[in-house]
Every structure is written in structure tokens, then in C-alpha cells.
């Protein structure tokens, strides 16, 4: 029985590092998906306009919180770079720049793979609706 038991806290020792393990890599994954920079410094260049962000927010028909979760910011800090309270940074500015070529399809996709409840329900319908009933 002791053997058992020994063999039994060993698995879960192991199983619970295994947990970790895939949590860290899931998590490197959404910060790749949501960081379309490349990480080697060849950053695109671009400007930042409040009245641009505000539109192509519009354009993908997207909230404040799933813009932010693709842009790798807070829902707030979107809501100021609109408003012109406040300016992102150099890197931010990257992102931004970067996302500009996302269209809303494949903003649905990332946000999807980034964990956002309305994107993957978002996801659902769609594909719901390309199937055909079954008589």
C-alpha cells in the first residue's frame, strides 16, 4: 500500500510540473499571436493617430477590450490613445503599425486564439453557418 501511494505522489508531482509546462507555453504562444512585431528590433516605423485608432477599432467592429488584447495593452489605455490623453510608446506604436494590415477576419481568428469569449462565439456562428443542415 505505502508503495502505491508513493508511486501515486510521484505521478502528481510529475503531472503537476507537466501543467506548468504547457501553461508557460501557451502562454509564449498568445503573446507571439498577439505581438506581431518581429522581436529582433526591425520594428515597422510608422505614426500613431488617435482619429486613425479610433477608426480602424470601428472597422473591425471590435471593442475596446479585444482591440487592447491584440494590441498586448490595457482596454484603457486604448480608450486614452483615442481620446489623445495620452500617446503609446516607441514599441507600442509597432504593434499598432503592424496591426494595421489585420483585417477583421483574422482579428476574430487571433482573438479566438487569444483566449476572448466574443471572438470565439464570434467563431462559432460562423462556422454554424457555413454548415449545411442535416435533413
Known sequence: MTEHRRTLAALRRKNKNQERKIAFLEARERERVAQPVASNGDAPKGRFSPRWLASHRNKLKLSAQDYAHLAGVSALSIYA????????????????????????REAVQRLALLGSKEAKQKVAIKKAKRTPKKK
Open 81 to 104: 490613445w483615442e481620446k489623445g490623453k495620452s500617446k503609446p510608446r516607441a514599441k507600442q506604436v509597432a504593434v499598432l503599425v503592424a496591426l494595421r494590415s489585420v483585417k477583421k
